[in-house]
């Protein structure tokens, strides 16, 4: 930009731009940049060139913005809380620029009396198409930058001109923008007309609105030049008058918008208007940079000069006209020339209406383009100052994934759907309720301006003394406290966070004689309040805990989580219970961890909640609806496990460093219960120890969290040498461990992502209610008569029992264990994977063992593996087994239990209720044609599990 150097001489009288004037032409500056306002450019030129105006659009601010240093300390500020989006941080800083701006320009307003003087800032280009965000944006606008010689640039576009209207009939100053038409120009100058009139109606004034109507000259020749050219390249007979024509059509087309300018000016409508002391809507010619080197440089200024207009020219045009502009009145000269240029453009076929059209469906999108280059500027350069506070991610696709990622995140870039994620557009995913399931993505701001009730619940718990929590819930209220009590453990002064989530008897009794009763906090985790295993450990604890404090005391250890107006809410009252938190009703289990559900037991066990959510919130900023999905880490995620899906590589394995292990417990409810459905979703493989790169199939998708303060260096070089050997990998370094908030919201974010390129609603849990029914009627039959339903097992092999569905058991050898365990992996083909649902207590041995045997299937099969307890898996992954992809292969493992827990006021006891829960998992498993067989284990369950343990590892590698 080089205005103010090249200005010698501007101060005489007459240079080029100054006389313009006399011809009733105003010329604004088609430019904004900080250092150019604040280093006395612009004033230079108000003063020396009498510049009556400045323009700016988003590829303006993209200059300025997205280089340079001009814009960096401001930036500094704006970005080190962690709390704005990219595109909060655009907008403060253009609209700083704009104010001052107008501040250089506001003696001009003063002496022009508001004819001129003004800046003008445009409405986000991402409403280009939608009218009533454009009236509220334009409003918005015009009341933050609150200054009275702003002008609020709308695009012309057919749903833009009723808000030009509306903005008009609201007293907003509107440069319609992106006018290329003259049909166009017409509706507009009538929508400005007949917003004066209603205002005027109304009985307000009108005298200091005003407004201008940019219409677009050099890009019209930019595009009919081009069709002549590509005419004149084949010799077309009619050469010589498209010759003629060349570099004429812009000009002409804006002669005739201007016609029509006088002629409604002389209107009677017009002249009443004038008699309230309207303000004409000025024509402004706008893209008059001369693009093609071979017309003057100046040509789209000294052919469009005349009285009442505007010409905003961007610097070099404008350096080059105060050089050798000729000034002289030719806009309205030669209008029939003028007609027959565009009577000759129709003859000889050039489509001016094909061309306009085009150029402002062109116009909106490029200009959406510089915004989403701008945002990805702010983005990129808002990673880089947080530094490590924001966890990176690195990810690696092979080639064929690769390109399929990038296309399918342009392809988000283009059709805004960040942003329509965040304006909670269901139509993302299916079109039916996801709306109704969007609150988690602002439920940290929530959280954080609530957060004293958090706050002093942790004084209080600590001030009481309680040496043990007790969290009772399922799937997604029990995983992510889980998370936090592995993560971060035992804190000074408060109590030991301990999560219990199954029905087993000896898992029950255990975790009661972990904690001390008399000291505990009970917290009861139930969203929907009627999930049958919060509601009997709430019954079997309270009763519990009555016995150690006494029916007075009982209710003030108890704390309930659940979702306003449920029956746990209900129970909490009557039972008197210490404190009852609720949820947020449309948020589902598997995404509110970071409501209450996640954040009173991160209370309660002393976690820094302050630093918690703040530090959340930079990741959910991060992922923000102006965060291109290039820049944007969960869009980004999610578009390699959608993408991936389609490809084929739907197994999600998830490597975590050993202090944030239990992540992958919480990703795996989140990933298959919110995709695995309709025969679709994400199978999340956790916990799989990492083999060489053989082990693996074509069907994987490595995702590695891995913490840089305690990284494991076996996983390192494992993943190092799967990366190198072409298997997806996605590297995400998690800076601290309390940063694995960070990872909750990209995961979220991301998972939604993936659910809509896989295309299914990302939050419902259709499958998961079929086991629950069948479940609930073995249960009832209990109450009825005693017993479950007798059933037969289709073999039987000394301690082991084998059921199956007659279809399974047909399918199935059951003449002994290694012979059935031989027939079930042998219908194991490349892509499945293979599953252990163990009804069993979840202890540090039988997980070893349950680890221990999916790895022989692993490397025996080559396949992915998942080891899952029930009834935990039946609220986790248990959805995407019955609904998701039909490649799972089921060993569902169910043992006698040694001792049974009565559940207080049920007839049915924790062995009845684990039992139907088996059975009811495994008859929707059966009924969705999956490939699985039970085994019983009757006797020892230790013995049992050897036994069994062999015979896995031998019949999956025979
Ligand atoms: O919090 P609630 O309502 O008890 O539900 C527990 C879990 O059960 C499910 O509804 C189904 O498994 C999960 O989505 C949820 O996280
Ligand atoms: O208001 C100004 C317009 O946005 C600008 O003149 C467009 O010019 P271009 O066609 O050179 O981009």
Request: glycine fraction near 8%; charge should be negative; aromatic fraction near 8%.
């Amino acid at each position: 930009m080089n205005v103010v150097q090249k200005t010698p001489g501007a101060q005489e009288a007459g240079n080029p731009l100054q006389t313009l004037e006399k011809f009733g032409q105003s010329p604004w500056l088609d430019f904004i940049q900080r250092s150019f306002v604040q280093n006395g450019s612009l004033a230079g030129l108000v003063e020396k060139d009498r510049l009556k105006g400045v323009t700016s659009n988003p590829a303006i601010f993209e200059k300025a913005m997205g280089h340079g240093t001009d814009y960096d300390d401001q930036f500094k500020a704006l970005a080190s809380k962690g709390n704005a989006t990219a595109s909060d941080i655009y907008e403060t800083m253009a609209i700083d620029d704009i104010r001052e701006a107008t501040g250089v320009l506001k003696p001009v307003w003063d002496e022009t009396k508001g004819l001129d003087g003004y800046v003008s800032l445009e409405v986000s280009p991402y409403l280009g198409m939608r009218t009533d965000e454009t009236i509220a944006e334009a409003k918005r606008l015009w009341k933050t930058v609150d200054r009275p010689n702003l002008m609020v640039k709308i695009p012309g576009t057919e749903p833009g001109v009723p808000a030009v209207r509306a903005a008009i009939a609201d007293g907003i100053n509107v440069n319609v923008t992106l006018l290329f038409s003259l049909d166009a120009y017409k509706k507009v100058l009538e929508a400005y007309i007949s917003g004066l009139e209603e205002r005027h109606g109304k009985g307000l004034d009108i005298s200091h609105i005003a407004s201008v109507a940019s219409f677009f000259v050099s890009r019209i020749d930019g595009l009919i030049d081009k069709k002549i050219d590509d005419r004149l390249a084949k010799n077309d007979p009619e050469s010589a008058a498209l010759k003629a024509v060349r570099g004429k059509v812009a000009i002409a087309n804006a002669k005739m918008a201007y016609q029509h300018y006088l002629e409604v000016s002389r209107s009677e409508r017009w002249q009443t208007l004038l008699k309230a002391k309207a303000n004409p809507q000025r024509l402004l010619w706008a893209s008059t940079g001369t693009k093609d080197k071979a017309y003057s440089d100046v040509l789209y200024v000294e052919e469009l000069i005349g009285a009442d207009t505007v010409n905003t020219m961007p610097p070099a045009t404008m350096d080059a006209f105060r050089d050798h502009g000729m000034a002289r009145n030719s806009l309205t000269e030669d209008i029939e020339g003028a007609k027959h240029v565009l009577a000759e453009a129709d003859r000889l076929g050039l489509d001016l209406p094909g061309v306009t059209s085009k150029l402002v469906a062109d116009g909106v999108s490029a200009f959406a383009d510089s915004f989403d280059q701008l945002l990805g500027a702010v983005a990129a350069k808002q990673v880089a100052l947080a530094g490590a506070r924001l966890n990176s991610a690195k990810i690696s696709l092979p080639s064929d994934l690769d390109e399929a990622v990038k296309a399918s995140l342009d392809a988000w870039r283009k059709d805004g759907t960040v942003r329509r994620i965040w304006e909670r557009d269901a139509s993302v995913w299916t079109g039916k309720d996801e709306a109704d399931w969007l609150i988690w993505l602002d439920i940290i701001d929530e959280r954080i301006s609530h957060i004293d009730e958090l706050t002093s619940f942790q004084r209080e718990v600590k001030e009481r003394g309680f040496s043990d929590i007790l969290l009772l819930g399922m799937g997604g209220s029990s995983l992510g406290p889980e998370v936090l009590a592995e993560t971060f453990g035992k804190r000074g002064g408060y109590p030991t966070l301990h999560v219990l989530d199954s029905t087993d008897p000896q898992q029950v009794k255990a975790f009661e004689n972990k904690v001390d009763l008399a000291s505990t906090l009970f917290i009861v985790s139930s969203k929907s309040g009627g999930t049958l295993e919060p509601n009997i450990l709430k019954a079997y604890f309270f009763e519990a805990a009555r016995r150690a404090v006494g029916d007075d005391k009982v209710g003030s250890h108890f704390v309930a989580v659940t979702d306003p107006g449920s029956h746990m809410e209900e129970v909490a009252k009557s039972d008197r219970f210490w404190k009852i938190f609720h949820g947020q009703k449309q948020i589902g289990g598997r995404y509110s961890v970071l409501s209450n559900f996640g954040l009173v037991p991160a209370a309660a066990m002393g976690l820094d909640l302050h630093e918690f959510l703040e530090s959340g919130q930079r990741m959910a900023y991060a992922c923000g609806s102006g965060t291109p999905p290039l820049q944007n880490p969960g869009v980004q995620l999610g578009t390699v496990l959608g993408v991936a899906a389609k490809h084929g590589r739907d197994k999600v394995t998830i490597v975590a460093s050993p202090a944030i292990y239990d992540l992958g417990a919480w990703l795996e409810q989140l990933m298959a219960e919110s995709t695995g459905k309709n025969g679709l979703g994400l199978i999340p493989i956790d916990g799989e120890t990492l083999a060489p790169p053989e082990h693996y199939g074509h069907d994987r998708v490595f995702a590695y969290l891995r913490l840089s303060d305690a990284p494991d260096a076996a996983q390192d070089k494992a993943i190092e040498v799967l990366q190198q050997a072409g298997h997806p990998v996605v590297s995400i370094t998690i800076g601290s461990p309390v940063q694995i908030v960070q990872e909750f919201f990209r995961w979220e974010f991301a998972t939604a992502v993936a659910g809509a390129i896989i295309g299914i609603n990302a939050f419902d849990q259709p499958d998961v209610e079929a086991s629950k029914i069948e479940t609930r009627k073995l249960t009832d039959a209990y109450s009825k008569s005693g017993s479950l339903p007798q059933e037969t097992p289709f073999g039987r092999d000394g301690d082991f029992s084998f059921f199956a569905d007659p279809t399974n058991a047909k399918a199935l050898d059951g003449s002994s264990l290694n012979a059935v365990l031989k027939s079930q992996f042998g219908r194991v083909k490349a892509g499945d994977y293979v599953a252990l649902l163990a009804y069993i207590q979840r202890d540090t041995e039988t997980r070893q063992w349950i680890q221990t045997a999916r790895l022989a299937i692993r490397d025996a099969k080559k396949v992915a593996t998942a080891a899952e307890f029930g009834p935990r898996f039946l609220h986790s992954t248990g959805q995407a087994y019955k609904g998701g992809p039909a490649s799972g292969v089921f060993l569902q493992i169910t043992a006698d239990d040694v001792a049974d827990l009565s559940v207080p006021g049920e007839k049915y006891s924790f062995g009845v209720v684990k039992a139907a829960q088996a059975r009811g998992d495994f008859d929707v498993l059966a009924e969705r044609g999956r490939r699985a067989l039970r085994v019983h284990i009757h006797g020892n369950l230790a013995a049992g599990l050897e036994r069994l343990g062999q015979a896995i590892a031998s019949e999956a590698a025979a």
